[in-house]
């Protein structure tokens, strides 16, 4: 018996590599899928109204932000003696999450909204990568400080996406 | 239609058809707001002595119309029913200004070159170029994806783009610069303050630092240039824990666990911090005598 | 879609755009109905099992952290989807292991045309649902015995009986 199981196998193996990963449903499910989706679905931004309120809290977020990231870069730029705050750390980064999520609701080009994704995927990744460091070496203020700087980065780049003229 | 005019439509190319030729004027106070909305295509600026306001040029059709007009102290000019499901780049326009009059350009797609400004000017568009030659007072220029070179003794800069590289040449006083991947070229600066970050981009610098200025040269995974006058006095903050630190100038000290190097130059007095997590810091002597002093340091590689 | 694209329509979907979910819907629909079509058997059914996936992604989407890609967590949905509504019956379609004897193997569902040559998708359609979802889930979307277990409370033995068990009934099915 477990000498045929290779052979089944391996002439499947051929069919299998054949086989379409993707099959197109025979008509458009869309419009049944949308007809159940719970309340939080009908949030429409091509609501005019929707979009003028995502766009002032977004101004209101970035104006909270700016106050926030200002009072904080104008600090010292002498990172290698600064102590570790991680307290601070999350804050910033929950500033960007925040910031992010309003972006995400907000009524931007598609080929804008590229652009944007694209970068935020250098900037997360630089932000993995210092906090990776960070993590095998917690006590070092240097990888804080470059840890601090990505994430400030990251919430001002989301701050310029905010300003962006709108779709 | 009459007959001959509808024979002379069939006939005339469509590009000549479709071209709006474009010539308005009017009179604006020196200091005068200006605001540029949604151009679209190649649009030069230009800062003039006369106190009045001017848009010449062509566009096609589908460029939409233009609407322009306002007080003499604030006016307005700018395109509405532009076709956006393709891109119009065969727009000319040129806009005179009062020169001292403050400029502020928004929109999606421009290419902007401006010159003989002598006031303020605002540049924020997604995927814009700008180009700018002179002395403008303040230049704040963002743009998600489009290049950004100024060549001037601008007092103070702001730049800030995604993945736009932005180049500087003889700029002067308080310097902002900020990107995600573009790379940063300066060359011929003389500065109080400069701030200069990028996440993977380099970092490739040229110039002086006043007494008591600072510059702060930040990239997580490029490389850090500093061509600096072999006078200069500077106390130095160098980080690079991954990666080395080359100097052509004698550093006292050796770089910490943590790959910091603290030390000076000449007899101190600016404050200089670079920082990379990846890549690596030179310091480079600036010749003594520059045969082309405002071209921006280059890092082998950069792409401009 | 561009994967960086992809992201930020996630990211969008999550803040409650239904238009950038709709986005989402278009980039993953072909997948998704791909393999409840092969679960199932049935394109009607597959149908339903499609929207149900979509629909129950809606409601979970706040919950996404982004640790995986957006495809793995909609793929592994989509399977949970598809297990909980089949799962009376496939429990029991799935622990009849039937290894011993060769002989003892089910039988297609349908025997195809005399002279028509199959492919596999035509061929897993017949086979019995607990010896095609196991093939499904462990030699198409990838998953372990293991972690096919664990998905449908079946004995990881029992995973490889009916595995081996659509092998051969595939086999056969295309060897014709």
Not at chain 2, 154 to 180: F, H, I, Y
């Amino acid at each position: 018996m477990t000498g045929q199981r290779p052979d089944d196998e391996t002439f499947l193996r051929s069919h299998l590599a054949d086989l379409p990963r993707s099959i197109d449903p025979p008509r458009d499910l869309w419009p049944a899928i949308e007809g159940r989706l719970a309340p939080r679905a009908r949030a429409r931004p091509r609501i005019a109204l929707y979009r003028l309120a995502a766009a002032i809290a977004l101004v209101a977020l970035s104006s909270a932000v700016t106050w926030y990231v200002a009072r904080r870069s104008d600090a010292p730029v002498a990172v290698a003696t600064a102590p570790v705050d991680r307290a601070g750390l999350a804050r910033l980064a929950r500033a960007g999450d925040i910031m992010e999520q309003g972006l995400g609701s907000s009524s931007l080009a598609p080929a804008t909204r590229a652009v944007l994704a694209r970068n935020l995927v250098v900037i997360d990744s630089a932000i993995a990568e210092c906090q990776r460091a960070l993590d095998a070496d917690p006590g070092s203020p240097v990888l804080a400080g470059l840890l601090r700087a990505a994430h400030r980065q990251r919430v001002e780049f989301l701050q310029q996406a905010a300003r962006l003229p709108r779709s | 239609m009459r007959p001959a005019v509808l024979l002379l439509a069939l006939i005339l190319p469509v590009p000549l058809m479709a071209q709006q030729r474009i010539d308005r004027r009017m009179a604006v106070s020196s200091t005068a707001s200006i605001r540029i909305n949604d151009l679209v295509g190649m649009v030069r600026l230009v800062g003039w002595d006369r106190d009045s306001l001017v848009v010449v040029g062509e566009l096609p059709a589908r460029a939409g119309q233009l609407y322009f007009g306002g007080s003499t102290d604030a006016a307005k000019v700018g395109l509405e029913g532009t076709d956006t499901g393709s891109v119009v780049t065969s727009a000319t326009l040129e806009v005179r200004v009062p020169k001292h009059a403050r400029v502020s350009v928004r929109g999606a797609v421009v290419s902007l070159d401006a010159g003989g400004l002598e006031g303020d000017l605002d540049f924020i568009t997604t995927a814009g170029r700008l180009h700018v030659e002179g002395a403008p007072r303040t230049v704040t220029a963002e743009t998600l994806d489009g290049n950004v070179e100024v060549a001037g003794p601008v007092a103070s800069l702001r730049v800030r783009t995604a993945g736009g590289t932005v180049v500087l040449r003889g700029v002067r006083g308080d310097l902002t610069v900020t990107t995600v991947s573009g790379a940063i070229l300066i060359g011929g600066a003389r500065i109080s303050r400069a701030r200069l970050e990028t996440v993977s981009g380099e970092i490739a610098w040229k110039g002086a630092i006043e007494r008591g200025g600072t510059l702060d040269a930040q990239t997580h995974s490029g490389n850090i240039e500093l061509r600096l006058p072999p006078t200069l006095g500077a106390d130095l903050e160098l980080s690079a824990p991954s990666g080395a630190i080359t100097s052509e100038f004698t550093l006292k000290g050796k770089p910490s666990a943590s790959g910091t190097l603290r030390t000076s130059i000449g007899d101190g007095g600016a404050a200089i911090t670079a920082r990379t997590f990846r890549g690596r810091i030179s310091l480079l002597k600036q010749p003594e005598v520059d045969a082309n002093p405002a071209a921006p340091g280059g890092i082998s590689g950069t792409s401009r | 879609m561009d994967p960086d694209a992809l992201s930020l329509e996630v990211r969008r979907a999550q803040a409650g755009d239904a238009d950038a979910f709709a986005a989402l819907y278009r980039a993953h629909a072909g997948r998704v109905y791909a393999m409840c079509l092969r679960l199932e058997g049935d394109p009607a059914a597959a149908e339903e099992r499609t929207q149900d996936v979509f629909v129950r992604a809606w409601d979970r989407l706040p919950g996404f952290r982004h640790e995986s890609a957006f495809s793995t967590w909609l793929h592994r949905l989509a399977v949970n989807v598809v297990l909980a509504h089949r799962r009376a019956t496939w429990r029991r379609d799935l622990r009849v292991a039937v290894v011993e004897e060769p002989e003892l193997l089910e039988s297609p569902r349908a025997a195809p045309d005399p002279g028509t040559r199959m492919d596999l998708d035509a061929a897993m359609i017949r086979l019995p649902p607990g010896a095609r979802a196991v093939f499904v889930l462990h030699d198409i979307e990838g998953y372990g015995h293991a972690e096919i277990a664990e998905m449908t409370g079946i004995a990881e033995g029992t995973s490889k009986a009916q595995l081996f068990r659509a092998r051969r009934l595939l086999r056969r099915a295309l060897d014709r």
